[in-house]
Structure formats: structure tokens, C-alpha cells
């Protein structure tokens, strides 16, 4: 290791901010105070933005998982009809919750690394002719690094349907633009490990205010996932139903103040330049990105290198540079890796992974392409400026 | 406040150690990586031994009631008959629990502040007559501080039915004597905020090898909580199913660490050591206690003052003293508060709160105690030495 130092590129968990991890290490308080009901509204309240949404966004102690097994259990119930969007390992997740729990799954399949276009899903709901309870998408995929288009993908789901919205926003919400009315989303879901830049095991849900009832006449059985316990909480005690995460939630309290710092516009643009940089450097020294710029999320990055291997490149990049990248998954196992950059990421940490790929790939490929990744992606930043 | 700290006496959260939160601090790494896989093989190790355990021990980003809920779900089908011990709260939220899955539950109450006798769980099982599937009981029963006689109540349990026996330690392992083989436990969880020394938000299950078959064949629907998915990760990826907490695993391995040093043994008798202090102290200041000494936990005591508000002074202590204590629950609200020593709790903890109390029962009672209390505790701590 260099210094014995580790450089975390893997697409979450993703490095923490010092003053995040300071915020974390305050003394321990009581769940049942006035120190922790006033920590609970700031945080809770404070991430409004973050989710465009309009309600205060509800804290439970657990990964990203968690978060999606509450969205489904809060709506769906047993033999209720739904449609999940599967255009990779965590849409395919979404599916084996829903399915876990009795839904009767209707999967739009999507070729792995591609998006799932508004046309796509319109056919689909329009063959399919079935009252259907919701529909499930992935706004970032995670496993291949692509955007779905959640906008377009409400307005279909609302145009043609009754449907309930509900998006998996894990792997980028805290770096794209979100607006849960217009948008038409009544649940967003999202982890801590991720663009929130925290350690896991917090699970973020925020709700439009028009699916309570939903959620209150939800039949699935459920106790610790149960929303409206936390509703309940939230409204009559300004707390949580069962012991909270508290380290991790002051930590999401400071998180919140460095995105106003920066301004949450800022935020977003900054994540588009590290997504552009990374693909144009990329592209300069001809690794094959598996996702098209316009498909492509601006937290992680998928590489399917053509003249190499992928797991040999990743192998090297961690011996020999110390940095830590994402492999491929599933169907996708060995055919690439992934670069995160989402969250505590600048442009330089983007220099740092393409000059370290730069050197992999003139070792493991014979070709000298040094400087060449990073001469672009100092370019694209350049001209930002 | 005083020098702007505060003193946490609450029966969870605790105090956390340094040591455990530098831990913590450690850089983030990636879960799906070498280095996660040997943390979490010496955490779920180590931990064996304070969990009275053969098996690795399952670690779930959750909080306490997910481990409960866990606990459940991977055993319990609806319909199901089940017998829960019911001594206080936390016995009635394991009820809730089940009944939220459908279980038939028979609920053996047992007034609050006593502790169940292996002779009333006989009988209740004599008089039921009905096939059981599931025992659960609750070792520490954290919101009357009554330690149940868990190695009583699983051998009649185990003599009496072929129910499994299933047992909530969350407020007290960690600092008590278990053995889950030769006690017949068949499944036995914790949280990591009470005697673990951690923040909250990371739940343990430990289960006897045997169990493994009852969770396989168990037909609740579940997923983030479905223990056969982390049983499968354990043994074949040594890894987790669902992104872990790292941050936390970190510190539960020191917290192994910590233990092993003082050694499991000096942990129990220092328990008992803080036990006897303050319930000394308390009896020699005339404060009433709410549980008789041999119902009584190691790691959380119950006062119920007779000639003043238990609101009052929880209040007082913590406003003029920095104590913060924790108050009653449900049909105790206002009648007690509870002193929790757990963890990273030393005799000199137990001199500080009982200082406190002398000096607010001085106040508010109108009666010279002060020293009273602290020198009876001292007495006790030199007859150890």
C-alpha cells in the first residue's frame, strides 16, 4: 500500500469527510431527549431539498436494502400486480423484494448497461393491460452505471396508470436534481454509503404526503419497516419508533450543512463535470465505456475493456496503486469495472484514477497512454472554468 | 451543563469507549473486498464467546428491534402458537412483534418489576396444553431492570415442549454469564448501544447450529431479515448479503478486543460489582427499588422514590447535574427512573450518579443524605478488593 493508504473509488461505500467523521464522534445522547428530537427535525428536515420533497425524510437504522424493502412492503401486498424496471443487479433486487412479498412481477427487462426509455415503458404498460399497483425504477443502476430517465418515467406511469411511482435513488441521490411532485414519485429511497457520504447503515425514505393512506391501509405484515410507526413518531414525539442510528444521524446533519455550503445546484454540477471527465479521459485512451454520455450517471462509471481484462486491470490498479475500484456483478461478473465518483469527490480525485488506469493500461495493454486520459479530463475541467 | 458534558446514564445508548471510536474512524473500505471479509470473520468470532455461542455470530445493520423482529420472522408462520413472556415492555414488543406476523400469542404477563419464575412458565405451559412452537423470553428486561432466569426457563421450556426458545439479550449481553447449548437457547439476539459499547444501529443473532433447518423451511415472508441469506454469505462469500456497517463493525471488534483484555469473566463480576454498589447506595439512602435483589439485572436499575416525583429528580439530575438518566416506560411512565450501568460503566460511574441522587434527594426530599449513598457504595467496592 502507498503510505498505507487506500484510495476508495468502489461505487459506495465512498470516502467519508473528515468533519462528517468529527460530527460522528460526539459524545453519545439519550434517543428519548430534547438534544435528539431537535437532531432528528434539523436532519430530517434539512434533507428536503436533497430529495425534493416537500415532507420531512424518514431515518431508519439499516443499509440500502432496507430501504427498498420498505418501500415495498409500506404499498404492495400480497398479488398486487406491479411492473420493476430491471436494467440490472439492483432493479433486479427491487424485483426479488417485491417478490419475497407475494407481488405478482412484471418485469421490463432492459439490456444491461442501457436506459430504460419512456417508449419502453409505455409498451409495456400498454401490453401488459393489467391494473397495475406500482411501478419500480432505479434512478441510478448502480451495477452498470446508468440514469434512468425518472422523470419521463413518471409522466408515462401517471399518463397511462393509477400506479404508485416508487424509485430506488440508492447510488445517486445527494448528486442529480429530484423533484418528487413534479416528477410525479410518491416513495424515494436512498442509502448513506453512497452520494450522502457516510459510512453505511442509515436507510433514507422520503414520501409525497398523498401515499399515507396507502401506507396506512397496507396489509403486508411488517413491524420495523412499518412506516407508519415512524410517521406516528415523527408527528406526536419528533422521534423515531425504535433506537435511531445516532452517530450516523449526526453525521447526516453535517452532511446536509456542506451541501448548502456548497449549494445543492453546485453539487450536481460538480458531479457532471467528474462524470465528464472520466468519460472524456476514458475515451482518449480508447477504454470502452459500457454506457452511452447520455444514459450514463454522473456517480459511477462502467469501463468493458476491450484488449484487456477487466478483473486483471482492477487487480493491478489495487497491488500496485492502492486503488479501490467496483468489479462487474452478476451477468456483468468479470466483463468490467466500475469507477465511483460520487459524493467527497473533486475533479483531482478524477486525475488520480485516470492516471493510475493510464499506467494499468500501458503495463497490462503495451500501449503508451500516459498522460493522455488526464491531458483530456484537465481539458474538460479547463474549459469549464 | 457542566464544562458542556453531559454524563449518560441511560439503560442504552451508553457511553462510548475512545479506543472504540477511533475504530470507527478508520478509512471506509468496501464491503465486497478481502479486507471486509477477514473483519467480519474475526468480529463474528470473536464474539462467540460473549454470546455464549459455537456459531459465528450474524451481524444486521439494524437496531435492537430488528434483531427482535429477525428473531421472529425466520421461525414463527402465521397461525403459530407461541408463548411470550411479557414482564415489562421489551417482553411486550416481542408479543407485538409476533402478533404483527400472525402468531397466535399467549402472553405470560408477569407484573413489572418482578422477574418470571421457571415454576409460572410450568405451569402456563401445563395449563395451555396446546403445541408451541416458539418460548420467547427476555433476559434483561431493560425497562424494569429484572434479569430473567434464562437458563431456568429454557430447561423447563425443553422439558415440557419441543418448542424453540428464543431470547432477547439486548440490554445485557455482553456483560452477563450465557451459554446457549447447555441453557437451550435456540436463537438469542442483541443490540449494539447497550453492554457492546457501540452507537446504535448494529443488531446480533446468534443461533445453535440446529436451528439452521427451522429457518430454512420457515415460510415467512421476509428478505433484508431473512437469516438464510446471511448464513449463505457468511459460508460462502464470508460476507455479508445487504451492505453491512462498517463503520460500527470496526468498532464492535474493538469492543471484542476490549473485552477479551479484561477478560469475560472480570466483565460479569465487575457487573455484579456495579449492581451491588448502587443498589446499596440506593437502600442506604432509603430510595426504593423497584426489583427485589435477586430479580435484579447487572446493567440497569429501577428506582421508585416513595416521598418524591421520579420525574422530579430525573429532572433535577439533569439539570443541575448533567446526569441524564432514563425515565419509565408505558404503565411506569412517571413512577420510576432507571439508572443504566452496562458497558463502559466503572465503580467510579456508579460513585458520580449516587453522589448526584444524595445531593438531589437532599434538595427535593428535605433530608440530609449526602455522602450516605457514595460511602455505602464505597463500602461494598473495598469488601470486593
Given at each position: 500500500?502507498?503510505?498505507?493508504?487506500?484510495?476508495?473509488?468502489?461505487?459506495?461505500?465512498?470516502?467519508?469527510?473528515?468533519?462528517?467523521?468529527?460530527?460522528?464522534?460526539?459524545?453519545?445522547?439519550?434517543?428519548?431527549?430534547?438534544?435528539?428530537?431537535?437532531?432528528l427535525e434539523?436532519t430530517s428536515t434539512r434533507l428536503k431539498p436533497v430529495f425534493g420533497s416537500t415532507e420531512p425524510v424518514y431515518l431508519v437504522?439499516g443499509?440500502g436494502?432496507s430501504a427498498l424493502e420498505t418501500a415495498v412492503t409500506n404499498v404492495v401486498t400480497?398479488?398486487?400486480?406491479v411492473?420493476?424496471?430491471?436494467?440490472?443487479?439492483?432493479?433486479?433486487?427491487f424485483?426479488?423484494v417485491?417478490?419475497?412479498?407475494?407481488?405478482?412481477?412484471?418485469?421490463?427487462?432492459?439490456?444491461?448497461?442501457?436506459?430504460?426509455?419512456?417508449?419502453?415503458?409505455?409498451?409495456?404498460?400498454?401490453?401488459?393491460?393489467?391494473?397495475?399497483k406500482a411501478v419500480f425504477a432505479?434512478y441510478?443502476?448502480?451495477?452498470?452505471?446508468?440514469?434512468?430517465?425518472i422523470?419521463?418515467?413518471g409522466?408515462?406511469t401517471k399518463?397511462?396508470?393509477?400506479a404508485l411511482f416508487i424509485v430506488d435513488g440508492v447510488?445517486?441521490i445527494?448528486?442529480?436534481?429530484v423533484d418528487m411532485k413534479s416528477w410525479h414519485i410518491d416513495v424515494l429511497v436512498a442509502g448513506?454509503?453512497?452520494?450522502?457520504?457516510?459510512?453505511?447503515?442509515l436507510a433514507f425514505i422520503a414520501i409525497n404526503d398523498d401515499v399515507k393512506t396507502v401506507i396506512k391501509n397496507c396489509?403486508t405484515?411488517r413491524?420495523y419497516f412499518d412506516l407508519n410507526s415512524y410517521i406516528n413518531s415523527y408527528e406526536t414525539?419528533?422521534?423515531t419508533p425504535?433506537?435511531?442510528?445516532?452517530?450516523?444521524?449526526?453525521?447526516?446533519?453535517?452532511?446536509?450543512?456542506?451541501?448548502?455550503?456548497?449549494?445543492?445546484?453546485?453539487?450536481?454540477?460538480?458531479?457532471?463535470?467528474?462524470?465528464?471527465?472520466?468519460?472524456?479521459?476514458?475515451?482518449?485512451?480508447?477504454?470502452?465505456?459500457?454506457?452511452?454520455?447520455?444514459?450514463?450517471?454522473?456517480?459511477?462509471?462502467?469501463?468493458?475493456?476491450?484488449?484487456?481484462?477487466?478483473?486483471?486491470?482492477?487487480?493491478?490498479?489495487?497491488?500496485?496503486?492502492?486503488?479501490?475500484?467496483?468489479?462487474?456483478?452478476?451477468?456483468?461478473?468479470?466483463?468490467?469495472?466500475?469507477?465511483?465518483?460520487?459524493?467527497?469527490?473533486?475533479?483531482?480525485?478524477?486525475?488520480?484514477?485516470?492516471?493510475?488506469?493510464?499506467?494499468?493500461?500501458?503495463?497490462?495493454?503495451?500501449?503508451?497512454?500516459?498522460?493522455?486520459?488526464?491531458?483530456?479530463?484537465?481539458?474538460?475541467?479547463?474549459?469549464?472554468?
Amino acid at each position: 500500500m502507498l503510505l498505507n493508504q487506500e484510495f476508495l473509488f468502489t461505487p459506495g461505500p465512498t470516502p467519508i469527510p473528515d468533519r462528517v467523521t468529527r460530527a460522528m464522534n460526539q459524545p453519545m445522547i439519550g434517543h428519548r431527549s430534547q438534544a435528539f428530537s431537535q437532531l432528528l427535525e434539523e436532519t430530517s428536515t434539512r434533507l428536503k431539498p436533497v430529495f425534493g420533497s416537500t415532507e420531512p425524510v424518514y431515518l431508519v437504522a439499516g443499509s440500502g436494502t432496507s430501504a427498498l424493502e420498505t418501500a415495498v412492503t409500506n404499498v404492495v401486498t400480497e398479488g398486487d400486480d406491479v411492473i420493476v424496471i430491471v436494467a440490472g443487479a439492483f432493479g433486479d433486487r427491487f424485483a426479488n423484494v417485491c417478490e419475497a412479498y407475494g407481488a405478482n412481477v412484471h418485469r421490463l427487462d432492459i439490456e444491461w448497461g442501457s436506459a430504460c426509455t419512456p417508449d419502453r415503458l409505455e409498451d409495456f404498460i400498454k401490453q401488459l393491460n393489467t391494473e397495475i399497483k406500482a411501478v419500480f425504477a432505479t434512478y441510478c443502476e448502480t451495477s452498470t452505471g446508468v440514469l434512468n430517465p425518472i422523470k419521463e418515467l413518471g409522466k408515462v406511469t401517471k399518463q397511462l396508470t393509477d400506479a404508485l411511482f416508487i424509485v430506488d435513488g440508492v447510488s445517486c441521490i445527494g448528486a442529480v436534481p429530484v423533484d418528487m411532485k413534479s416528477w410525479h414519485i410518491d416513495v424515494l429511497v436512498a442509502g448513506s454509503q453512497k452520494a450522502l457520504m457516510l459510512p453505511p447503515g442509515l436507510a433514507f425514505i422520503a414520501i409525497n404526503d398523498d401515499v399515507k393512506t396507502v401506507i396506512k391501509n397496507c396489509r403486508t405484515k411488517r413491524f420495523y419497516f412499518d412506516l407508519n410507526s415512524y410517521i406516528n413518531s415523527y408527528e406526536t414525539q419528533k422521534s423515531t419508533p425504535f433506537t435511531p442510528a445516532v452517530s450516523l444521524i449526526n453525521g447526516a446533519l453535517e452532511v446536509c450543512k456542506m451541501i448548502e455550503e456548497e449549494g445543492m445546484e453546485q453539487v450536481i454540477s460538480r458531479h457532471q463535470l467528474l462524470k465528464r471527465m472520466v468519460r472524456e479521459g476514458l475515451k482518449a485512451i480508447e477504454l470502452p465505456l459500457l454506457v452511452k454520455d447520455e444514459d450514463a450517471s454522473p456517480t459511477v462509471t462502467a469501463v468493458k475493456p476491450e484488449n484487456s481484462s477487466a478483473n486483471e486491470l482492477k487487480k493491478l490498479l489495487q497491488q500496485r496503486y492502492s486503488i479501490i475500484l467496483g468489479g462487474g456483478q452478476k451477468k456483468l461478473k468479470g466483463e468490467i469495472f466500475r469507477i465511483g465518483h460520487m459524493g467527497y469527490s473533486t475533479p483531482f480525485d478524477i486525475l488520480k484514477v485516470l492516471g493510475a488506469i493510464e499506467m494499468a493500461v500501458s503495463q497490462v495493454e503495451g500501449r503508451d497512454v500516459l498522460g493522455k486520459a488526464t491531458g483530456k479530463a484537465e481539458e474538460v475541467w479547463s474549459h469549464e472554468l
